[in-house]
């Protein structure tokens, strides 16, 4: 599997942004799906996860109430949409897919990564 990360940008706080996530092949329904982001001098960090169907989702608690994950498998297709962006958001957003079961929010448990898309978030 293949992604393709795109849709980061330079943002005001308050402002929105929409992630995607492109993935190649044929078998992008049988992966969970997740974000993962790394601020400047710091680890990259757990952002949000959603199951294979896209009927259950999971979000750190620094994102919990702004950020929504949804995909299309149709599409092939995973979306971040951040709203009410803080300085503190400011990352590389990483997709990932993972064969894993259950929350599989920690990076040894993904199998494919896409190349990492900048969000700058301005005060």
């Known amino acids: 599997v293949q992604l393709q990360a795109s849709g980061g940008g330079l943002v005001q706080t308050g402002g929105s942004l929409r992630l995607s996530c492109a993935a190649s092949?044929?078998?992008?329904?049988?992966?969970?799906m997740s974000w993962f982001r790394q601020a400047p001098g710091k680890e990259r960090e757990f952002v949000a996860t959603?199951?294979?169907?896209?009927?259950?989702?999971y979000y750190a608690d620094s994102v919990k109430g702004r950020f929504t994950l949804s995909r299309d498998n149709a599409r092939n297709t995973v979306y971040l949409q951040m709203n009410s962006l803080k300085p503190d958001d400011t990352a590389v957003y990483y997709c990932?897919?993972?064969?894993?079961?259950?929350?599989?929010?920690?990076?040894?448990?993904?199998?494919?990564w896409g190349q990492g898309t900048l969000v700058t978030v301005s005060s």
């Open positions: 959603i199951s294979r169907s896209g009927t259950i989702s």
């Open positions: 092949g044929r078998t992008f329904n049988t992966y969970r």
């Open positions: 990932a897919a993972s064969r894993a079961s259950g929350l599989a929010d920690t990076e040894s448990q993904y199998d494919y």
